[in-house]
């Protein structure tokens, strides 16, 4: 799966296509991940992974009022539903074999 994420980014990047959408869509995964990473004390948001994957995914600096606009949404969405879920899904969308940015968030 990490290699798939990898392809299609490096494609996006040759392509230089959707440099605006990637910035977006990375400051969403990232504001997710630290609402997640709040909500659920055995998960903790890697900063390392987070410079990592802004090189791989060639983002620049993310917006940080979109990136807080993110994590208050997440916040919010995540703390009304069962905290086992909230672990749960940060470990699978996070996680070492994360299906969104693995690696991200970390035990």
């Known amino acids: 799966m990490r290699r798939s994420i990898i392809a299609a980014a490096l494609l996006t990047a040759w392509a230089g296509q959707g440099r605006a959408d ?8 990232v504001g997710e991940a630290a609402a997640l990473d709040e ?5 903790q948001l890697d900063p390392n992974m987070v410079g990592n994957w ?6 620049g600096k993310s917006d940080k ?3 807080r606009a993110f994590y ?7 703390a009304l539903k069962p905290f086992d879920e909230a672990c749960a899904a940060g470990k699978r969308l996070y996680g ?10 970390k035990r």
């Open 39 to 43: 909500l659920c004390p055995s998960l």
């Open 54 to 59: 802004a090189g791989i995914l060639n983002v």
């Open 72 to 78: 208050e949404r997440s916040r919010i969405a995540w």
């Open 96 to 105: 070492a074999k994360g299906t969104k940015l693995p690696m991200l968030l």
């Open 65 to 67: 009022a979109a990136m």
């Open 22 to 29: 990637d910035n977006e869509m990375f400051a969403a995964m």
